[in-house]
Nanobody, 120 residues
Framework: QVQLVQSGGGNVPPGGSLSLSCAAS???????????MGWYRQVPGKTRELVAV???????VFGNFVKGRFTISRDATKHTVDLQMNNLEPDDTAVYYC???????????WGQGTQVTVSS
């Protein structure tokens, strides 16, 4: 089983910053076939949307709403991915999920989700 363990998140006023971290592990995780690691988010009643991902051997891809406010980093040897979020807005309020794409298993694995709330 592949496990993605998330940490970070919480409450912050508009304009504030938060960071999220995620670590992947598991006996069936074949690191050779990790296609990407990154982050998605979801609010109630809406579909899950891309925040940022880093494809293996590629460059980061961001959701259109990010507009330079977030940075993502990935350690391929430790199987971790971090998201630094700056200048947060109330519309960034959501549950954030770590994601790992496994091209051998042809599926994505998801973290447990972390609430991020941006409110004054």
């Amino acid at each position: 089983q592949v496990q993605l363990v998330q940490s970070g998140g919480g409450n912050v006023p508009p304009g504030g910053s938060l960071s999220l971290s995620c670590a992947a592990s598991g006996s069936v995780l074949n690191t050779t076939y990790i296609d990407y690691m990154g982050w998605y988010r979801q609010v109630p009643g809406k579909t899950r949307e891309l925040v940022a991902v880093i494809p293996t051997g590629g460059t980061p891809v961001f959701g259109n709403f990010v507009k330079g406010r977030f940075t993502i980093s990935r350690d391929a040897t430790k199987h971790t991915v971090d998201l630094q979020m700056n200048n947060l807005e109330p519309d960034d309020t959501a549950v954030y999920y770590c994601a790992l794409g496994d091209r051998l298993a042809a599926r994505a694995y998801w973290g447990q989700g972390t609430q991020v709330t941006v409110s004054s």
